[in-house]
């Protein structure tokens, strides 16, 4: 069965950080780049994050870029969302999806996990 699971968010201050991590099962990560997505309460869901599979190039939306960092490790078929300098306007459910070649086309992402919830707040 294929599958993305999502975990690592929670509730952290501003100013914190958290590790998201994206694990897959059913399938092999290598061939497939990773996007990040958060999705606020009555907002669209935005990317926030893309790793390619070919040679590990990253972008980042300019909100999270300098405080993000995606990253992945094949061997564990998991990628991974480190974010620091958190914010409340960071609050949202992220979700990971995978995709042929990073893009910013929601509709080109295939397989999501269910999400997990980070929440900034004093």
């Known amino acids: 069965q294929v599958q993305l699971v999502e975990s690592g968010g929670g509730l952290v201050q501003p100013g914190g950080s958290l590790r998201l991590s994206c694990a897959a099962s059913g399938f092999t990560l290598d061939y497939y780049a990773i996007g990040w997505f958060r999705q606020a309460p009555g907002k669209e869901r935005e990317g926030v994050s893309c790793i390619s599979s070919s040679d590990g190039s990253t972008y980042y939306a300019d909100s999270v870029k300098g405080r993000f960092t995606i990253s992945r490790d094949n061997a564990k078929n998991t990628v991974y969302l480190q974010m620091n300098s958190l914010k409340p306007e960071d609050t949202a459910v992220y979700y990971c999806?995978?995709?042929?070649?990073?893009?910013?086309?929601?509709?080109?992402?295939?397989?999501w996990g269910q999400g997990t919830q980070v929440t900034v707040s004093s």
């Open positions: 999806a995978t995709v042929i070649d990073c893009s910013d086309y929601r509709d080109e992402y295939d397989y």
